[in-house]
């Protein structure tokens, strides 16, 4: 089992960056691939960017491919989103999940394969 805490949301202008830090608990974090997700209110859960357990395979949305780089450190059980370039319409709360059982150079991009979810943190851009 893996315990997720995410950081490094805010308020930031439009074109700005901001950098989301995921922390996680436990030994086993190398054996998950790790996401990033987003939700809007009422609104379902929308993929951003995903790691495998390695680092050497990402994945992003099309809506920030180029503005986004997601990253891991295994040996500190972080791994990271950095946003550049942010619009108004990236305002929305981001989670972090891991999913378990992914192998080591692959990962989803659906939510519902991923076991372990953080709390979410707010990023408003203003325009």
């Known amino acids: 089992q893996v315990q997720l805490v995410e950081s490094g949301g805010g308020l930031v202008q439009a074109g700005g960056s901001l950098r989301l830090s995921c922390a996680a608990s436990g030994r086993t974090f190398g054996s998950f691939a790790m996401g990033w997700f987003r939700q809007a209110p009422g609104k379902e859960r929308e993929f951003v960017a995903a790691?495998?357990?390695?680092?050497?395979?990402?994945y992003y949305a099309d809506s920030v491919k180029g503005r986004f780089t997601i990253s891991r450190h295994n040996a500190k059980n972080m791994v990271y989103l950095q946003m550049n370039s942010l619009k108004p319409e990236d305002t929305v709360v981001y989670y972090c999940a891991a999913q378990a059982g992914s192998s080591l150079n692959r990962a989803s991009t659906s939510a519902y394969d991923y076991d372990y979810w953080g709390q979410g943190t707010q990023v408003t851009v203003s325009s």
């Open positions: 790691i495998s357990r390695s680092g050497g395979s990402t």
